[in-house]
Every structure is written in C-alpha cells, then in structure tokens.
T-cell receptor, first 115, second 111 residues
Framework: DAGITQSPRHKVTETGTPVTLRCHQT?????MYWYRQDPGHGLRLIHY???????DKGEVSDGYSVSRSKTEDFLLTLESATSSQTSVYFC??????????????FGPGTRLTVL | QKEVEQDPGPLSVPEGAIVSLNCTYS??????FMWYRQYSRKGPELLMY????GNKEDGRFTAQVDKSSKYISLFIRDSQPSDSATYLC???????????FGTGTRLLVSP
C-alpha cells in the first residue's frame, strides 16, 4: 500500500458523535486525498491537500473537515456522524499534479459504521 | 448521467479466457486514463496508466483509449483466478489532478 497507513481500520460509532480518521504516509508526497467508497457510487473525493495547511473541498465535502499540520499526516473529521456517512474511507497520495508522477496510490481503507 | 459509466458486472469467465472491461465517459477534456484493481476489502492499486489515445501493453494487460468515441478498455489475456477482483477505471483532465472514477466492474475467473 505504498507506505500509507490508515487508522483505525474499523470503527463503529453512534449518530451525533465526532469521529476522526487518520492517514499517515512515509513517502513524503505532497498531495493527499480522502475518498469514500459506496456501492453504486464508486470512489468519491471528499477533501484533498496540496501541502501542509493547504486543503480544498472535493465532490462530497458536506459534513466533513480535514487538517494537515505535517506532510505525513492527513486527518478527516466527521463533526457529528450521521448514518449516511457509513462507508469505506480511503486515503490516497500522489507525488505531484502533473505527468506520470501524479498517479494516486491508495491506503488500505477504514470501514466506518454509524448506528 | 454520470460522468464516467462502467458496467458493475459481475463478469464471470473461465480461466484462460480473454477479458474485456470497458468504460465510457462524457467529458472530452479527460486526458489521463487509469485502471485500478481492487481486491475484496483492500485499497485500489494502480494497474495501467495511459495518456491521451492509443494502446499500452504490460504483460497480460492491454489498455486502450479511443478519445473520439470517449471509450476506454482494459484487456486481460490468459485470465487467472488471481485476476478475480473489481476493476475501476479513472480519468482526469490533467493539471491539478482530480480523478473521476467509474463504479467498478467485478470480475470472477473460475478455475
């Protein structure tokens, strides 16, 4: 998984509770991404980061926030979890944003269930 | 209409068969095309990467892009049970890369 770890790997939580997922990389790549994967929707981009403290919204950002205080860590926070946020969450990294080196590599995923 | 369309399958074939997986897209600005393979309960892993039109071959895998038809294909020759996985197409316009994924096609190769 290209030097990417995600924690926790599994989590069950209750509606209304805050949840933070962590992505850690050892590749020193500049770009990091958070996706969610749901049946019938494929992978959808939630937020991404193009450097420390530089983040932007993706396609499905409502209800999520992110932070990146170090190159190697990208945190995804669900401020108040809802059942619609039950999903598998993947972190991805890429070296750059142009040419062959912009290929994204994915972590192992976090399976989140919101009851 | 989704920006990228992919038949979800499952596609079931016997070992040794030639497999054809396809995606269609609507955005003519897409220039970068990728195929990812995802085993059950794992993250997607990059299989093939193609820029613009044409073919690219890597071992048993061939990726084909037809920009005039907005259609991309992945061919797997001599398919193996270990090829059983979900195959995701992905594409982007370039510059800052935002990938748009297909929903994936599940492939089952039986011994």
């Amino acid at each position: 998984d290209a030097g990417i770890t995600q924690s926790p790997r599994h989590k069950v939580t209750e509606t209304g509770t805050p949840v933070t997922l962590r992505c850690h990389q050892t590749e020193n790549h500049r770009y990091m991404y958070w996706y969610r994967q749901d049946p019938g929707h494929g992978l959808r981009l939630i937020h991404y980061s193009y450097g420390v403290k530089d983040t932007d919204k993706g396609e499905v950002s409502d209800g999520y926030s992110v932070s990146r205080s170090k190159t190697e860590d990208f945190l995804l926070t669900l401020e108040s979890a809802t059942s619609s946020q039950t999903s598998v969450y993947f972190c991805a990294i890429s070296e750059s944003a142009g040419g062959r080196t912009d290929t994204q590599y994915f972590g192992p995923g976090t399976r989140l269930t919101v009851l | 209409q989704k920006e990228v369309e992919q038949d979800p399958g499952p596609l079931s074939v016997p070992e040794g068969a030639i497999v054809s997986l396809n995606c269609t897209y609507s955005n003519s600005a897409f220039q970068y095309f990728m195929w990812y393979r995802q085993y059950s309960r794992k993250g997607p892993e990059l299989l093939m990467y193609t820029y613009s039109s044409g073919n690219k071959e890597d071992g048993r895998f061939t990726a084909q892009v037809d920009k005039s038809s907005k259609y991309i294909s992945l061919f797997i020759r001599d398919s193996q049970p270990s090829d059983s996985a979900t195959y995701l197409c992905a594409m982007s316009e370039g510059s800052f890369q935002k990938l748009v994924f297909g929903t994936g096609t599940r492939l089952l190769v039986s011994p």
